[in-house]
């Protein structure tokens, strides 16, 4: 007769009521393939202006971060030589997601809860326009709304301060959730936890510390609201930087940091 332990039996439950996934930098040559191995085993989560800007090589790329004590992913923008994949000119994308061919606890349906970590680091000097550069959206796949992201972390260049928002749509329109002084993100690691009950009668949950003094740059809380988009498949999430080139002289060269990306459905 087999004897468990009260451990192995929590340990056990545990894993049959939630699924992990974890992806960090590491000291490789073929980052655009540890990415995928990861989000999209055989095949590719990466949307970047490679084939724009051959010269450079990969806008994805990786470095040993002294702060974090670990190698961390680098994003890279280049405001005269990238554009959104040789599809759009009038905009640049370098980003991560999951998507259809992901595993399946990659993917939200309707009634999952989950929570989404990563953390990122803008430039102390980072620039933005007075039109969208996004680094972080929860979309959906399938349906007539799924061009409108639901969920948009953005940065706005203002008269008085620049800000981060994070912008949301129950269906079609946008509006503000919340909105911050933009100086708090340069130059410092943020951690970012995002929790998502997924539905029409959904809930959204984030916060945003620095790492540097442990202080808490925004907390959001919202028990009753549409997570959901219109005969929607699944929704996702995109990291990166994804910015408009119609104010192009506000912008510079920018590299972003992320590190750490893990997540839990429940």
Not at 65 to 88: I, P, Q, S, T
Request: hydrophobic letters at 35%; proline letters at 2%.
């Amino acid at each position: 007769m087999l004897k468990y332990s009260l451990y192995t039996i929590l340990l056990f439950a545990s894993m049959t009521i939630s699924a992990q996934t974890i992806l960090q930098a590491k000291d490789s040559a073929d980052v655009y393939k540890q990415i995928n191995e990861v989000l999209a085993p055989g095949y590719n989560v990466v949307e970047t202006p490679d084939c724009a800007h051959t010269d450079f090589g990969d806008h994805i790329t990786q470095q040993w971060d002294e702060d974090l004590n670990k190698h961390v992913f680098v994003f890279h923008a280049h405001v005269n030589e990238d554009n959104d994949r040789c599809k759009k000119d009038d905009r640049q994308r370098t980003e991560i997601k999951t998507y259809k061919q992901s595993p399946d606890n990659l993917k939200a349906t309707d009634g999952e809860t989950v929570i989404y970590k990563w953390k990122f680091k803008l430039d102390k000097d980072f620039q933005v326009s007075k039109k969208f550069t996004h680094l972080h959206q929860i979309k959906a796949v399938g349906g007539s709304e799924d061009k409108m992201p639901t969920i948009t972390f953005t940065a706005r260049k203002s008269s008085k301060e620049d800000k981060f928002i994070i912008r949301y749509a129950s269906h079609l329109e946008q509006e503000d959730l919340a909105k911050v002084a933009l100086e708090d993100f340069r130059g410092v690691w943020v951690e970012v936890e995002e929790q998502i009950t997924y539905g029409e009668n959904g809930k959204y949950e984030v916060k945003i510390t620095s790492l540097d003094k442990n202080k808490e740059l925004l907390n959001y809380k919202n028990t009753s609201i549409r997570m959901w988009k219109t005969n929607a498949d699944f929704l996702r999430p995109k990291w990166g930087i994804y910015r408009s080139l119609q104010q192009a002289q506000d912008l510079r060269d920018e590299k972003v940091l992320f590190a750490d990306f893990y997540i839990e459905e429940l």
